[in-house]
């Protein structure tokens, strides 16, 4: 088991923005979370990222319990996140923004940056040429040295997956990936998660176009009003007649 | 003890200044997101335009109200030409600026009256005392006011659809304009009612001291602590933190020595920020 | 947006080259060059522009005379913000860019001290207004060059303490705006009246700028003193006098007439102030160079001369180094005339009032400027011992009742 | 004359030092520090009163900056978590509290009456000579942050801390902790603002604590406002700017004696408030431009 959530619980001032949360998302396995606005599903990643703190219940990641774990701690276990509006490095350019990602860098402690002069340019030779492979493979040499600010949504999006895949994530959270971006890119971005889960990266998405999500994974969850209302594969929760009142409500009727 | 009583109604009422500059400031955060250096500076014009209208009336109502009316106006005025262009950017390009907006409003000021003292030509009065405790009866004629205008901000907030607006906006900006609430009447409002209740503090400020081009922005850092304190963007919150501030320090410092009375404020400050990142009565803000 | 880069480029050049222009432009040998460097801004705000124009109007009044030693008298004027730093660059400005030949008028303690070294450097005379004990000596008294025209803070002390012994006050009590003139005061009070066996029962230093003084107040009336010994400024003065009254207690108070003046009288109202001890460094008031004095302040400042006691300094400084280059004669440099700074306006020689009559009696011997700020007898580090004036606040006006003299 | 000139030029490079500091501070880093004149304070009395006990000035000058170092190192330990407007108040607090301590303690700083008589830099030398061997010393300090903060700014060190100014929340979804390079920023940047204070103290010669109030420090921030945040070149110009500007009225009295003095000091405030307000408004990315590195 990769990821398992355990009754992860949030409110605000009594009201349970997220209440007694649970499920697993199995080693290598593409898994979506769905609901409509308001349901959770964004404190819901932030909980199992230690971006908030949650009132009760538990994260454990490859089959260690999380516990208070800080976000960095969480990142460096191996389980990365990206952000529902993206958070580019916006100065830096593309090449730039991946290659902060990497860990380990000598060159991040300022005495070695001075005075380690060799291991830390060696280093970064070895981090660039990771960084040309993942270039190559999101397809963003064209704006390889565009500070990423200026991208378009949908390569902004782009960028931070290439973090993620930089740092060496396991298992890779993303917040609203298609969101704001064009159906095109969508497609393109689809292949490419696509591909990497085949490479054995697990993935949680969190997503609002239905369509795009159902194509691309096998285990789908429903929140609504902070809970988990339904779970199955896609064919089987869009049947569900709870989900589609809460989640297609007008929509479907 | 008469003497520790004495000195907790001596800090309540310089906690009530505090306490009414830090609202003003914690109203702009709440809203429009940044500390507004000029607050100070807004109290400054306040005292100013109050005691000009108390000297050609002889009405401190009239001064006063005069105050918190130019108050208002050198908000919403200072909202128009600066602060609306800053919107969207960091908070820190609008801290910067009303830290120039301070100097301006310092300068004209400098020019027009000088740098000497002005004061409010107002009859003092001996105390009254109670127990031994001596009650000021100017105290409480200022505490009333503050208290007055405190329950006023809040009637506002909390019962009318501005003020409700206005709330809507400080929890979450973007909701807001989704659903709808024009920023642009709620930023006017608030601006006017911040400026307004800064006026107030100088009026007030102006009142139990001297007037001159420096005053507010002299308060500006027991102001912001208090506002931080207080859980900046939170109204209660600001009030509050600033009687505690005033009552603390002025009941303190015989202990501690008088010089560090504003390094007290600091280090209060500095302990609750440790224990409470967000201010006493702050709330998470969480990763949206 | 270039436009903008381009602009402020060319401003930036304007100004260096402006320095050059001026430099070239005032260089008159034949002149004697003055330079006024007074708190036009900050805190000693109040008395600087007075200041400065008396140095202008007296430079003025030497040159009708026709000049001392055959040499016109021109003034540089600068604000020195009454902070060290602006008055290091433009005390710079003066030595360097209007090549100066002494600098008179600074206020702050801190700005003379932080002045002195460049003065000294430049074998020039420094003449200030402040209060601070190291003017007096070596490393910021170094050649001799410093003169100063106002009572140290000790001496203000013992005035203070001089007119509590009169006043018959027991309990003393201070109370001092924590800066080195406030609490200069307040210590120099507390030996002088420690050495006449006296005993201080409190002495507070507060900071300045607080809404409120009652904390201070009320530690201090705790002694129950029969007497507040103040070393402070006006807007604290007045803060604290109101919520001392509001207090009920009926304790007097003494202190420096910079504090205790109309102004503060004015805003307390006359019940409150009833009373108030105001203690001044003495503008030599009867004297014919004070009414000189006080006719140019009148002119230039429409109010009377008594209300700038520092004015009648700066008055003072230019006629006493014009007479002393006059003393020395045609060809001598800065420091033989700072010598001859103790000659004229000390004690044995005729006594003198204005620069006119200076200038002739010179002809046939030795004089003694009598000055409009005070006597002015340099002792040897240059300082001056002026009598002090006290005034008491009665019915809404503050006004003399005694003078008091200090022995040297 | 040309003293004068070599007088300013030396504040200026004094306030360069300061200026590059906080430029690595906030300009690179984000890190909202309004506390510069209380590292600036730390730095000129460590020198002052070192000196006084006949300390020399090759050692005191990096224990000036080992001191705001070590004053940087705590503070940021405690407060460097908090939100960035907290962390301002915070720092802005701190400066005001050395301030008072420098105030209070006379037993160690001399209080209020200040120490006088700090001795000059080349005191062997003396006139224009001492004075280019002064700005030619600082000229050498500027150029070593220089070379520092290149250094620093292409290194992955450099890279991260822009990330963090860019977005930390993203920093730390990447697994790395942003608070442990903001510190170090906080005590490099101090390190420089304390060897600026033992410049000061030893230029000036006499230091009170009235000198180190946060008014030094919002002038740094006008000049790296003025100047362009993020880039180098933008603290040495924005520091020759804010010199202008506040040496520059002089000048404008000697060619405009019809401007009354108080006035004009009125009128000088309000033009640099003006210029702050005009630049964060249409051209927040000072006069030479938007974070371009390198």
Not at chain 3, 69 to 75: M, Q, S
Not at chain 4, 51 to 70: D, H, N, R
């Amino acid at each position: 088991m990769s990821l398992a959530i355990q009754g992860l619980t949030k409110a605000y001032g009594g009201l349970h923005v997220v209440s007694d949360v649970r499920f697993e998302v199995p080693k290598g396995a593409l898994v979506g979370v769905i609901g409509p606005n308001g349901a959770g599903k964004s404190t819901l990643f932030s909980l199992i990222t230690g971006f908030l703190a949650a009132d009760a219940g538990d994260v454990a990641f490859e089959g260690r319990s999380l516990g208070r774990a800080s976000p960095m701690e969480r990142a460096r276990s191996g389980m990365v996140r990206t952000f529902q509006v993206p958070r580019e490095f916006s100065h830096l350019t593309v090449r730039e923004n991946l290659m902060a990602a990497a860990p380990g860098q000598a060159g991040e402690r300022l005495i070695d940056a001075f005075f380690r002069f060799g291991t830390v340019k060696a280093q970064e030779k070895e981090i660039a040429a990771k960084v040309e492979e993942t270039i190559a493979f999101l397809r963003l040499a064209k704006v390889a040295d565009v500070p990423a600010g200026r991208l378009s949504g949908g390569q902004k999006k782009l960028v931070e997956l290439g973090r993620a895949l930089m740092t060496g994530a396991r298992m890779i959270l993303l917040d609203e990936p298609f969101a704001g971006v064009n159906p095109v890119l969508i497609e393109e971005l689809s292949v490419r998660i696509r591909e990497l889960n085949e490479r054995g990266i697990g993935f949680l998405i969190i997503e609002h176009d239905l369509p795009a999500l159902n194509k691309l994974v096998s285990t789908l969850h429903v929140m609504d009003r902070g809970e988990l209302i339904a779970s199955g594969t896609p064919a089987e929760v869009l049947a569900n007649p709870r989900v589609r009142d809460a989640y297609l409500g007008g929509a479907a009727a | 003890m008469s003497g520790f009583l004495e000195l907790a109604i001596s800090g309540l009422m310089s906690g009530l200044v505090i306490g009414l500059a830090a609202l003003a400031l914690t109203l702009v955060f709440g809203v429009a997101r940044f500390a507004n250096a000029a607050t100070g500076d807004f109290m400054t014009i306040g005292a100013y335009a109050a005691v000009f209208g108390f000297t050609a009336t002889g009405s401190i109502v009239i001064g006063g109200l005069l105050g918190l009316f130019i108050g208002a106006v050198s908000g919403v005025i200072s909202y128009f030409l600066v602060f609306r262009v800053l919107e969207g950017r960091p908070s820190v390009s609008a801290l910067l600026a009303s830290i120039g907006v301070g100097f301006i409003i310092r300068s004209v000021l400098g020019v027009i009256y000088g740098h000497g003292q002005q004061v409010f030509q107002l009859p003092l009065v001996r105390p009254w005392r109670y127990f031994d405790v001596r009650i000021q009866p100017n105290d409480l004629k200022i505490g009333a006011t503050a208290l007055l205008a405190l329950l006023v901000v809040f009637l506002v907030l909390h019962a009318t659809p501005i003020g409700r607006r206005m709330r809507a906006v400080a929890d979450d900006p973007m909701l807001a304009r989704v659903s709808g609430i024009a920023p642009r009447k709620v930023m006017f409002a608030l601006w006017a009612m911040s400026g307004a209740v800064a006026a107030l503090a100088g009026v007030l400020l102006g009142i139990r001291t001297v007037i001159w081009p420096e005053m507010g922005w002299e308060m500006l850092i027991p102001v912001f602590a208090a506002a931080v304190l207080g859980g900046i963007g939170h109204p209660v919150g600001a009030v509050l933190a600033g009687v505690i501030l005033g009552v603390v320090q002025e009941i303190a410092t015989p202990y501690v020595g008088f010089t560090y009375k504003l390094a007290l404020a600091f280090i209060i400050l500095l302990v609750v920020l440790l224990v409470r990142p967000k201010g006493l009565f702050g709330r998470v803000e969480g990763v949206r | 947006m270039n436009i903008t880069r381009r602009q402020t480029l060319a401003g930036l050049a304007s100004t260096m080259l402006l320095p050059a222009l001026s430099g070239t432009a005032f260089a008159q040998a034949a002149n004697f060059r003055i330079g006024a460097l007074n708190p036009i801004t900050g805190s000693g705000a109040a008395y600087g522009s007075g200041m400065q124009k008396m140095i202008l109007a007296a430079a003025e009044v030497v040159n009708a005379a026709g000049g001392a030693a055959g040499k016109k008298l021109e003034v540089f004027a600068e604000d020195d913000q009454s902070q060290p730093q602006a008055a290091v660059l433009a005390a710079k400005k003066l030595i360097d860019v209007n090549k100066v030949q002494s600098i008179l008028g600074t206020w702050a303690s801190g700005v003379s001290l932080a002045v002195a070294p460049l003065t000294n450097d430049a074998n020039i005379m420094l003449m200030n207004t402040s209060g601070a004990p190291a003017l007096s000596v070596p490393p910021a008294n170094a050649k001799g060059l410093l003169f100063r025209f106002q009572a140290t803070n000790d001496r203000f002390g013992r005035a203070f303490a001089e007119v509590a012994k009169k006043e018959g006050f027991k309990r003393p009590v201070t109370m001092a705006f924590n800066n080195a003139s406030g609490i200069g005061n307040a210590d120099g009070f507390k030996k002088a009246w420690e050495a006449q066996g006296g005993k201080v029962y409190e002495s507070i230093v507060y900071e300045p700028n607080q809404p409120s003084y009652r904390a201070e107040l009320q530690k201090a009336l705790a002694a129950k003193p029969d007497v507040i010994v103040m070393g402070s400024y006006l807007a604290d003065t007045t803060i604290i006098l109101r919520e001392w009254f509001q207090t009920g207690e009926t304790t007097k108070f003494i202190m420096p007439a910079w504090a205790g003046n109309p102004d503060l009288v004015k805003a307390l109202g006359p019940e409150v102030s009833e009373g108030i001890i105001a203690v001044d460094s003495i503008s030599n008031e009867g004297s014919e160079a004070f009414k000189a004095y006080d006719a140019a302040y009148q002119k230039a400042m429409g109010q009377s001369g008594l209300n700038n006691v520092y004015a009648a300094m700066t008055w003072d400084m230019v006629i006493v180094l014009a007479l002393a280059m006059e003393a020395a004669g045609p060809n001598a440099d800065v420091p033989a005339i700072a010598k001859k700074m103790f000659e004229v306006a000390g004690p044995g020689g005729k006594p003198v009032a204005t620069f006119a009559e200076g200038k002739e009696a010179l002809k046939s011997g030795k004089i003694d400027y009598q000055g409009a700020s005070s006597v002015l007898d340099f002792d040897k580090f240059g300082d001056v011992t002026p009598d002090f004036s006290v005034s008491v606040a009665e019915k809404g006006k503050i006004e003399r009742k005694y003078v008091v003299k200090l022995s040297a | 004359m040309d003293a004068y000139l070599i007088a300013i030029a030396i504040i200026t490079a004094i306030y360069v030092l300061m200026a590059l500091g906080l430029n690595l501070q906030y300009g690179l880093t984000g890190l909202v520090n309004f506390g510069v004149v209380g590292f600036f304070c730390v730095g000129a009395y460590t020198t002052a009163i070192l000196s006084q006990k006949g300390v020399p000035q090759y050692i005191t000058f990096p224990l000036a900056a080992l001191l705001a170092m070590a004053f940087a190192w705590p503070l940021g330990l405690v407060s460097i978590r908090l939100r960035e407007d907290y962390f301002a108040i915070v720092s802005l607090g701190f400066s005001e509290v050395v301030r008072l301590v420098a105030t209070s303690e006379g037993w160690l700083t001399q209080g209020v009456q200040g120490i006088p008589g700090i001795p000059k830099m080349f005191g062997t030398f003396s006139g224009t000579t001492q004075a280019l061997a002064v700005l030619g010393l600082l000229v050498v300090f500027n150029l070593v942050a220089i070379a520092a903060m290149l250094r620093i700014v292409r290194s992955p060190f450099g890279r991260m801390i822009e990330a963090i100014r860019d977005n930390e929340e993203a920093v730390k979804a990447l697994g790395k902790d942003p608070a442990g390079f903001k510190i170090q920023v906080l005590v490099l940047g101090s390190a420089l603002t304390g060897l600026a204070g033992a410049a000061y103290a030893h230029y000036i010669g006499f230091i009170s604590p009235e000198q180190f109030i946060p008014l030094i420090t919002f002038q740094i921030w006008m000049a790296i406002i003025m100047g362009g945040v993020g880039r180098i070149s933008g603290a040495l110009v924005g520091a020759i700017i804010l010199m202008v500007f506040l040496e520059g009225s002089r000048f404008l009295r000697d060619v405009m004696p019809f401007i009354s003095e108080v006035a004009m000091a009125s009128v000088r405030l309000g033009v640099v408030g003006l210029a702050l307000v005009l630049f964060t408004m249409y051209r927040p990315q000072g006069l030479m431009g938007d974070f371009t590195r390198k």
